[in-house]
């Protein structure tokens, strides 16, 4: 039993003994009212997914129908090549099926598709989908007049603005691959992400508020361009939105100068002006690809995890609608940004698939005042909201009279994505901003599987604080002990899938021997989703934590080997190990151990200059919380460093049980002495 695995998994007995079922004003509409038509969909969909998936795909458009079965897979790597294929031979385009298929055929032109909602509260407009196929349209005839074609890899690096979802669906419209980095990441990280899918065009702003903190992002997006060029990887056209320009002080006006390449740098609204508002799409089929996102990796080097069109759309079409039990007039948001597979599953393609109307939001939850999240709510009368349990347990800081002066009762479903919440934030959750009245959809998924696979549907699950509970349609989980035998009733072990549903990835863009070693080779026959779990005696699920060299700060996953790949290249240090230590807002944060070279002493200055060094080389969520000096590290006599140790000596938790293979047993003593309490 990983050692992780067994010390998330001592959940306080207490959580189990309170069910909350679900309430029955929300069950009389409901589309799975209970949990006995859940279970017979669940079945019909393991059983008959022929049928199932065929119901599904019927709501959509194709322009031809698959020609084989709906779903082939091989899961086992001794039997060959790992691959899922759905819907194949089928034709469709995705933008197609979330815009004009909307407008022309369900008549929604004149609805609100998006209220977007900027940093400031005074910056706002609404985007009805008419208009945003129109922009899409126009955006996809200035890619095509760029020369971006079917199979073209498109960078975007964007924030939460609109155009960020005209870029992507543009993409689709054509048959782009879009790869969308997170608009927070360093010019390293984005540098990198391009070369490894090889983008010839990049997609950025001139700049972004953050609160109160400006950014400039064509400064960065040019060092990124200029770090590709330096490894012979050019990217031909960078396309700029004017965000800022034009609506800013001189003093800010002043910090958003940048370089002008006219042979490579093109502003958005000029490229726009003369584009045509119609764009045929086109047609592609189900198993093109619809986009890459890189993930963190436990090696350090991100991994491109890719989604294709049609498994896709309809999975994260269906999920939408049935786990947050979407109806007409519902107002959806989703705190999210899209350079994450959140935003890109259930910001854009899912509740766009239902013609749904979502607020999207540019800003930060504490800005102008910590009560802007329910400030949007209010104003928007949102019925589902969608966040993280890092912002839930920032929110809980300020106390509930930041809640109470505004109007919550618009809402009907909560919802929490990223890291397993604790029972204590649900609990806020569940009584303070859903004032008893809000079922909890706790949802386990990753980039990797598109969307999601384990939750509660919202009129049909009763609820446990702190369990994902049971599996969506399509998937069957299992759980697995170290031997890789399958565990029944109540257990505790690896969480595997025995077969795909349709938006799982594909393979890793470029490495598909990597994607089969990554997910496939620990357990033949199983998708090993990196995660332990527990089932308890009633069949719920419990994710209990990352069971690989995998860090989940803040609901983002960051690889242990990236922060300290990035702590090494300090001239100072000689070696580095990161692991995580809980943290109240956080989740996790990162505690790192830095032996120095000979000669180098440990400062502040140097803390602070280590700091920097990781917040400029992956984006400021990698910052470390503790840096401690370290004379050395506890290594096994193969000279493997034992995490487990470190993360013990991180939480100052002295029963290390088994240490008989270090090296090195007194290491361990010292380090307890000289353990960091406060932040670095």
């Not at 349609?473 to 549903?501: D, I, S, T």
């Amino acid at each position: 039993m990983p050692s992780q695995v067994k010390a998330a998994a001592d959940v306080v007995d207490a959580e189990e003994l309170t069910i909350y079922p679900p309430p029955p004003p929300l069950q009389e509409n409901a589309y799975v009212p209970d949990l006995s038509t859940y279970r017979e969909l669940y079945n019909k969909s393991i059983h008959r997914p022929q049928e199932f998936w065929t119901d599904v795909a019927s709501e959509f458009y194709w322009k031809s129908p698959p020609s084989g079965k709906v779903l082939d897979y091989n899961f086992d790597l001794t039997k060959g090549k790992i691959y899922v294929e759905f819907m194949k031979g089928a034709k469709t385009n995705v933008c197609y099926n979330v815009l004009d298929r909307n407008v022309m055929e369900k008549n929604l032109g004149d609805k609100t598709a998006f209220f977007w909602e900027g940093n400031a509260p005074s910056d706002s407009c609404v985007i009805s989908y008419g208009y945003l196929l129109k922009q899409v349209c126009k955006f996809a005839n200035a890619l095509r007049k760029l020369g971006v074609k079917k199979g073209d890899r498109v960078a975007i690096y964007l924030p939460m603005i609109p155009e960020l979802v005209y870029s992507m669906l543009a993409c689709a419209r054509i048959g782009a691959v879009h790869s969308i980095v997170f608009a927070g990441f360093s010019s390293d990280s984005l540098c990198e992400r391009i070369m490894d899918s090889q983008c010839a065009v990049l997609i950025t702003a001139d700049g972004v508020f953050r609160g109160e903190k400006l950014i400039n992002l064509k400064h960065i997006a040019d060092e990124a361009i200029g770090k590709c060029k330096e490894k012979d990887q050019l990217v031909k056209n960078c396309i700029v939105v004017k965000h800022l320009s034009g609506r800013l002080n001189n003093q800010n006006q002043a910090k958003l100068q940048t370089a002008w390449n006219s042979d490579v740098d093109v502003w958005l609204d000029e490229l726009m002006k003369d584009a045509g508002d119609e764009c045929e799409p086109e047609w592609l089929d189900a198993e093109d690809p619809l986009f890459i996102l890189y993930t963190s990796g436990s090696t350090g080097k991100p991994k491109g995890v890719l989604h294709t069109v049609a498994g896709y759309l309809l999975y994260t079409a269906l999920t939408f609608k049935y786990v947050f039990d979407y109806h007409e007039d519902d107002v959806y948001w989703s705190t999210a940004d899209i350079g994450w597979i959140t935003g890109h599953s259930y910001i854009t393609y899912g509740p766009l698939a239902n013609g749904a109307t979502s607020v999207m939001f540019e800003g930060i939850p504490t800005y102008p005042h910590v009560g802007r999240f329910w400030e949007i709510i209010q104003k928007y009368k949102v019925t589902q909201f969608y966040t993280a349990p890092t912002a839930i347990r920032l929110l809980m800081k300020y106390g509930n009279e930041n809640i109470e002066k505004f109007d919550l009762n618009s809402l009907k479903i909560l919802g929490t994505v990223g890291e397993p919440i604790n029972s204590e934030a649900w609990l806020w959750y569940y009584n303070v901003v859903g004032n008893q009245r809000c079922p909890i959809v706790d949802t386990f998924w990753q980039t990797e599987t598109g969307g999601h696979v384990i939750t509660p549907l919202p009129a049909a699950t009763p609820l446990k604080p702190g369990s994902a509970t049971f599996p969506f349609f399509g998937v069957v989980p299992a759980v697995l002990n170290e031997h890789g035998e399958e565990l029944e009733g109540e257990a505790e072990g690896y969480l595997v899938f025995k077969q795909p549903w349709p938006s799982i990835m594909r393979t890793l863009y470029g490495n598909h021997e990597r994607y089969e070693n990554t997910y496939f080779k620990k357990f033949p026959g199983y998708y090993v989703a990196g995660d332990g779990c527990r089932r308890d005696k009633d069949g719920y699920i419990w994710v209990t934590g990352r069971i690989d060299d995998m860090l989940n700060v803040s609901g983002h996953l960051l690889s242990t080997a990236e922060v300290e790949s990035a702590l090494a290249e300090h001239p100072a240090v000689a070696e580095a190990a990161v692991v995580s230590r809980p943290h109240q807002v956080k989740g996790e944060c990162l505690y790192c151990f830095v032996i120095l070279k000979d000669g180098k002493k440990f400062t502040e200055l140097l803390a602070e200059e280590l700091k920097k060094q990781v917040r400029e080389k992956i984006g400021p969520i990698a910052t470390p919380d503790f840096i401690q000096n370290a004379p050395g590290l506890p290594k096994t006599r193969s000279g493997k460093i034992m995490r487990r140790v470190l993360r013990q000596i991180a939480r100052n938790e002295k029963d290390l049980g088994d240490t008989s293979t270090l090296a090195d047993p007194q290491i361990v003593e010292v380090l307890f002495n000289q353990r960091c309490e406060a932040a670095a």
